[in-house]
Structures are given as structure tokens and as C-alpha cells.
């Protein structure tokens, strides 16, 4: 499945995933760097970890806001910056398959397609600013990555569980009314 792969980055869950693909992964794949969504890096055991920049979902956040920062203060010295157009059929992202069905492959997911699926599971789901939806999907599965964008759009609040903490998570978590 991975003869030769190049991604500029590798997003995982936690640190216990990224040391299970470290090994078989990695070796074959050519990556700038790792995004680390939940744990701390202290926690990634693989000789790769010195090879490559490991960021914390954290240092994300860090680096946004210090982007974010740089351009609005570069306006007033007349720093201008230049942003490539993205068209509807431009490629968003390329999501792999898992193989349940045959061999894994690549499957390009434009913005237009996205789009689509955020504009039209409003009419499924109405929900609301500050509405909140608990959700069990991985964040690389298609309707996982679909719902979040439409999640985000319309400003409603995810949280994330798997079936282990299912039933742990409807007592902590109280309706919004």
C-alpha cells in the first residue's frame, strides 16, 4: 500500500497511533512534519521523532494565531501578501480508503464537493449556533470530514468520544437547552 508516499504532513490522533505507524509508515513515506491532535510528544517513542518537527495540536494553534498576528500588522508598512485562487474543482483533500472494500486508494475530494455536503446536510440537520454534537467517526473518515466542515460553518460545538467512552460521555455531557 505505501511503496512511495509524499505528504508534506502527517496528522494522528494520539501519540499510541503514531507509534503504531511509525515503524511500517514512515520508513516509507517522505514527511516534513507531524501534527499530534491529543497527547504530548514526550509520549512518541520512534527514532523518527528527531528526524522530523512534531507538532502539537497546541503549537497549531500557536502558529495561527502568530500568522494571523504578522498579517494584520503588516498592512501599515505596505507588506502586501498574495494568495493562489482555489477554483471548485481544485482538489481539497485526498483521503484513503481502508481497503474494506478492496485494495486502500486515494480518493480526491474537491471544494466544490465539500461544499456541497455543507450547504445541503443543513436541510437533514437544522441545527444552530451553539448547538452541540457528540461524534464518534475518526477524523479521517469521509462523513466525519464532511460533517465537521458543516459543524465549523455553522458554529456548532463537537465533541469527540469513541465507543468505549459512549455511554461515560451522555452522563458528563448536559443538553444545551
Same mark, same amino acid.
Given at each position: 500500500?505505501?511503496?512511495?508516499?509524499?505528504?508534506?504532513?502527517?496528522?494522528?490522533?494520539?501519540?499510541?497511533?503514531?507509534?503504531?505507524?511509525?515503524?511500517?509508515?514512515?520508513?516509507?513515506?517522505?514527511?516534513?512534519?507531524?501534527?499530534?491532535?491529543?497527547?504530548?510528544?514526550?509520549?512518541?517513542?520512534?527514532?523518527?521523532?528527531?528526524?522530523?518537527?512534531?507538532?502539537?495540536?497546541?503549537?497549531?494553534?500557536?502558529?495561527?494565531?502568530?500568522? %494571523?498576528?504578522?498579517?494584520?500588522?503588516?498592512?501599515?508598512? +505596505?507588506?502586501?501578501? #498574495? *494568495?493562489?485562487? @482555489?477554483?471548485?474543482?481544485? $482538489?481539497?483533500?485526498?483521503?484513503?480508503?481502508?481497503?474494506?472494500?478492496?485494495?486502500?486508494?486515494?480518493?480526491?475530494?474537491?471544494?466544490?464537493?465539500?461544499?456541497?455536503?455543507?450547504?445541503?446536510?443543513?436541510?437533514?440537520?437544522?441545527?444552530?449556533?451553539?448547538?452541540?454534537?457528540?461524534?464518534?467517526?475518526?477524523?479521517?473518515?469521509?462523513?466525519? %470530514?464532511?460533517?465537521?466542515?458543516?459543524?465549523?460553518?455553522? +458554529?456548532?460545538?463537537? #465533541? *469527540?468520544?469513541? @465507543?468505549?467512552?459512549?455511554? $461515560?460521555?451522555?452522563?458528563?455531557?448536559?443538553?444545551?437547552?
Amino acid at each position: 500500500m505505501y511503496r512511495s508516499v509524499y505528504f508534506d504532513a502527517l496528522v494522528v490522533d494520539n501519540p499510541q497511533f503514531f507509534n503504531r505507524l511509525a515503524e511500517s509508515f514512515i520508513t516509507r513515506a517522505h514527511i516534513r512534519f507531524v501534527v499530534l491532535l491529543w497527547g504530548e510528544k514526550s509520549n512518541l517513542k520512534s527514532k523518527f521523532v528527531d528526524e522530523m518537527p512534531i507538532y502539537e495540536y497546541k503549537d497549531i494553534v500557536e502558529l495561527g494565531q502568530q500568522s %494571523r498576528h504578522a498579517l494584520l500588522h503588516s498592512w501599515p508598512t +505596505g507588506q502586501k501578501y #498574495v *494568495y493562489e485562487a @482555489i477554483n471548485p474543482e481544485d $482538489v481539497a483533500t485526498l483521503m484513503y480508503t481502508s481497503g474494506t472494500s478492496g485494495i486502500p486508494k486515494g480518493v480526491m475530494l474537491t471544494h466544490q464537493n465539500l461544499l456541497h455536503q455543507i450547504k445541503n446536510l443543513w436541510d437533514i440537520v437544522p441545527a444552530e449556533a451553539g448547538d452541540r454534537f457528540l461524534s464518534m467517526l475518526p477524523t479521517w473518515h469521509a462523513y466525519e %470530514r464532511a460533517t465537521e466542515y458543516f459543524i465549523f460553518t455553522y +458554529g456548532i460545538e463537537q #465533541v *469527540y468520544t469513541n @465507543i468505549k467512552r459512549l455511554k $461515560v460521555e451522555f452522563c458528563i455531557l448536559t443538553p444545551i437547552d
